[in-house]
């Protein structure tokens, strides 16, 4: 193919559709008519001769041949982007929206802040958060395509195309509402694996580090509900006779808010569960206005009560 004679705007067409999966909202992302996004759209598959999306119940489903496209053209789309962003950046003054994937942990505990911060310094910035789960392949796949800038979570060793701030590290505490017999006395790990427990598990597997724990004890315990996000834990936990175990920085955020108990857990914590990594691309990433944002994360994190110290990865 001569690409002189491609119209590189085919491509944002073709990354809009891959994103929106439907034609009128793929042409409003890109400020064209619907009839002319079409337009675009079947200049596109006769240079590439191939369909690229087929009508489904489910909107505009990508060939085998779009989805293989994909990532590249994602990631030639947020190159030009950083290229061509002005050298400078004014937070007071800019426009820019910055894209996180993070759960709703850290939402809790980080981002809440952040945009406090935001709306003083950065009154025109917005910010996207967009759970990518806690499997790594997703999450480096969304920053190798430029759908996320940042990410934030336990990855454990990280690829060295990406920059990494391990922003802080916690370890996990048990959760109880306070009248719950094992808020008192010593909490054994036979006490502990004999209760009801709730788990917090994005996947929806009934089993963590805690089962790990138990079974290397000779011990089990009976998971009676699992949930997929840490904000209805408390609720659950304060009115029934479950218990979990959480990471102590969102329970102590919870804790003045229900009638809960906090109580160290008999299982140790992973190392890899406790470190929190801010993580992003470092070919799409050294561009002011990231470096700034990035910034003012890592700031929020440092004034957070149990933050234990922020180390930088060798770049």
Known sequence: MNLRKVDLNLLVIFDALMQEKNVTKAASRVALSQPAFSNALSRLRHYLKDDLFVRSPDGMLPTPRARELAPHISSVISILQSALEPGEFDPACDSKVFRISANDY?????????????????????????????????????????????????????????????????????????????????LTLKRFAKAKHLL???????????????????????????VNHFSVVPALIARTDMITTIPRRIARTYEPLYDIKLRPSPVETPGKYATVALIWHKEFGQNRAQSWFRDQLLKVTEEQPDFRGKKQKPL
């Open 200 to 226: 917090v598990t994005p996947g929806g597997d009934a089993l963590g580090f805690v089962d790990e724990a138990l079974a290397r004890a000779g011990l089990s315990r009976r998971i009676s509900l699992t």
């Open 106 to 186: 850290l939402v809790a505990t980080t981002i809440t802040e952040l945009m406090v911060r935001l709306n003083e310094e950065g009154p025109n910035l917005d910010v996207r958060v967009i759970d990518r789960g806690i499997n790594p392949k997703k999450v480096y796949r969304a920053l190798d395509t430029g759908e996320i800038d940042l990410a934030i979570g336990a990855y454990g060793d990280v690829p060295e195309r990406y920059g990494v701030f391990y922003i802080a590290d916690t370890d996990f505490v048990c959760m109880m509402r306070s009248s719950h017999p094992l808020a008192e006395g010593y």
